[in-house]
């Protein structure tokens, strides 16, 4: 029995998407959330995202992270809602105090160099909120992600800058923008077992979730040597902020070929690939678990990513040119 996946079709006319990954850093959750509350209340605005997803994290400085990923289907809606006043207050870190510093990561991806993997039919997961799902034979093979894009038929999308290398940098109080290079990699790889029974919970709590905490770790802590830059592993929030049988890893990665290094090559992935197999078999082949991935390959005009009183290793701050910016609210 071959197992199914599925991905996204894109409509005609959709030539970009825009997901936005808005977080908030501070020693403790409940230190930003005052400001996390103005930041939801804007998404009830005028040409509001058409999908907003919640999480939290620790990052690997120790600051507890509100994180919110959102998507819209058209770069003008995105455009329209960010010059809203009620919008460019806090975008900008009017209100921000104390050790609360604000992040936004803003990817203006082109169809062309996007692709998604699903386990099963979720239309409640990230781009499938506006985008349908088909069948495809194009997976479970090394080289299928790349393949899924449609621009690598044209271009190996490769990155000029083969190694990041970390630098300390002075970025409290201020508002810095980092300028990534051409074809940089991003990836939102995502588990659901909300679908599960106790058994297959059982199986993945025990199973894969602790080789998806090893890949982690291994990424988070070797960055220079595997080209992952500052990934997230987030708990999924519903809307009133509990935790939900849902989690994530969002991460840029110096290029595709990076990824695909690690995805292709790397023990600590192959075990992982290894433990949801293993799954597999447990369950004759059936399983609720929904697995699925979003990954583009981005210009640098097309990434916008900007760091108002952070901590200096946040984000992609360690590794890039910055700009400080000539504004930031008091």
Wanted: charged share 25%; aromatic share 10%; hydrophobic share 35%.
């Amino acid at each position: 029995m071959a197992v199914k996946a599925y991905t996204t079709t894109i409509p005609e006319g959709l030539e970009k998407i825009v997901f936005a990954q808005i977080g908030l850093q501070a020693k403790s959750i409940e230190e930003s959330a005052e400001f996390a509350a103005k930041i939801t209340e804007s998404f009830t605005l005028p040409h509001a995202p058409i999908h907003v997803d919640q999480a939290q994290f620790t990052d690997i400085a120790d600051y507890e992270n509100r994180l919110f990923m959102v998507y819209w289907r058209d770069v003008d809606e995105f455009e329209n809602w960010l010059l809203q006043a009620d919008v460019q207050e806090w975008w900008n870190g009017k209100g921000l105090e104390g050790n609360i510093g604000l992040y936004h990561e803003v990817t203006k991806i082109p169809v062309t160099h996007f692709e998604t993997i699903h386990s099963m039919q979720n239309n409640n997961s990230g781009v499938t909120h506006f985008l349908n799902l088909e069948g495809t034979k194009e997976h479970a093979y090394w080289g299928s992600m790349r393949k899924r894009i449609q621009a690598s038929s044209m271009n190996r999308l490769d990155n000029s800058i083969e190694k990041i290398e970390h630098t300390k940098k002075e970025t409290l109080g201020k508002h810095l923008k980092v300028i990534p290079p051409n074809n940089i990699c991003l990836i939102r790889t995502a588990q659901d077992w909300t679908r599960c029974n106790d058994e297959e919970k059982e199986t993945y709590l025990s199973l894969v979730e602790p080789a998806l905490q090893k890949s982690y770790h291994y990424l988070n802590t070797n960055q220079e040597e595997s080209g992952c830059i500052n990934p997230k592993f987030v708990q999924e929030l519903d809307e009133n902020g509990n935790p939900v049988e849902k989690t994530c890893v969002v991460s840029f990665f110096l290029s595709l070929k990076h990824l695909e290094d690690w995805t292709h090559h790397h023990p600590t992935h192959i075990a992982l690939f290894g433990t949801f197999a293993e799954m597999l078999r447990r369950h004759n082949l059936s399983v609720q678990l929904s697995l699925w991935h979003e990954v583009s390959v981005l210009q640098s005009d097309e990434v916008e990513l900007e760091y108002i009183n952070c901590h200096s290793d946040t984000g992609l701050l360690p590794y890039f040119k910055t700009k400080e910016m000539s504004y930031m609210y008091k």
